[in-house]
């Protein structure tokens, strides 16, 4: 996994960089992968610091404990206020053993505007040697001013083939590697997530789509599932269906129950539900509740069944 997130255009970038000096004094990293957006901007602080594998610095930068190398806010935190004020306190002060320090912003999509306004001037002019690596999952939680400060660089999803490569070298030899890279639309995490559990998400889009108890169904689901995994597996039982209703079976990663989804739903139903679906996990990121969300769409895709079977 470490060595895909060496491939991206944000490491190789800082690699460059650093070894021309020519940092920039803020960068931001836009990576759609949250659950590895952490990891890449410590392999990009690695890089800042032209810190060896296996080396002391590399070493403390993995751990968080390096002192020239300062990340924002512990993991699994939220950069608030008072984090804020410490970072522009911190700032203030010598590097301690290189000529430069760096303050590591990660997750910035959840921080307010009032934090991100807090902020603003030690982006904008910070402290001779003093850099600033901001990570988030997308651009538009960032205030236009905090982008107008720092050089952007958005980190594309990884190709299909690559997330398989990178999961055959963590996992060679598992069961599902081909579906689970499909499937999780380039972020690595998620293939992850679904190689993992067994083909547990595969199964429970499956059931999701072939209920005829909707509400029961939803009730049932936990608000802790790996809503991600489960949204990129039914993405693909949705894709795979149309292909076996369009008569391109042979194309489908899945088939069994699959197939029967692709007799249950007509062929427009199913072009909807991809799109319904795309926009139930856009409300899943707003923090929408799980089994709710769920329902409110299964009833849509429902409504939308009934409507392409009159039309049909």
């Not at 070493?59 to 300062?70: A, Q, T, V």
């Not at 806010?73 to 053993?97: C, F, H, Q, T």
């Not at 307010?112 to 982006?123: E, G, S, Y």
């Amino acid at each position: 996994m470490i060595s895909l997130l060496r491939e991206t255009n944000a490491y190789r970038r800082m690699q460059a960089d650093a070894g021309r000096g020519t940092l920039p004094h803020a960068t931001l990293v836009v990576f759609p992968d949250e659950k590895l957006l952490r990891t890449l901007l410590k392999e990009c602080a690695k890089a800042f610091f032209s810190a060896a594998d296996g080396s002391r610095t590399a070493r403390l930068i993995g751990e968080e404990h390096f002192s020239d190398c300062l990340i924002f806010p512990e993991a699994g935190g939220k950069l608030n206020a008072e984090l804020g004020g410490r970072i522009i306190d911190e700032s203030i002060l010598r590097p301690v053993e290189e000529g430069k320090k760096l303050f590591v912003l990660d997750a910035f999509h959840t921080v307010t505007p009032l934090v991100q306004n807090k902020l603003l001037k030690v982006i904008e002019e910070p402290p001779e040697g003093v850099y600033f690596l901001i990570g988030a999952t997308s651009e538009h939680p960032v205030l236009p001013t905090i982008l107008s400060r720092a050089i952007k660089i958005a980190v594309p999803p990884f190709a299909e083939e690559r997330v398989a490569a990178a999961l055959g070298r963590e996992h060679g030899g598992a069961a599902g590697i081909e579906e689970a890279a499909a499937a999780s639309g380039g972020l690595y995490s998620v293939a992850e997530s679904l190689l993992l559990d067994g083909g547990k998400e595969f199964r429970l889009a499956e059931e999701f789509l072939l209920t005829d108890e909707p509400e029961k169904f939803c009730r049932a689901l936990s608000d802790k599932e790996d809503k991600r995994a489960f949204f990129a597996a039914l993405m693909q039982v949705l894709r795979d269906a149309m292909m076996i209703a369009n008569g391109q079976a042979q194309f489908a990663k899945r088939r069994g129950e699959t197939a029967r989804i692709a007799k249950r739903y007509p062929a427009g139903a199913l072009w909807r539900a991809v799109e319904l679906t795309q926009g139930a996990e856009r409300e899943i990121g707003f923090n929408a509740n799980f089994p709710q969300c769920a329902l409110a769409l299964a009833v849509a895709i429902g409504k939308e069944k009934e409507v392409w079977k009159r039309l049909s």
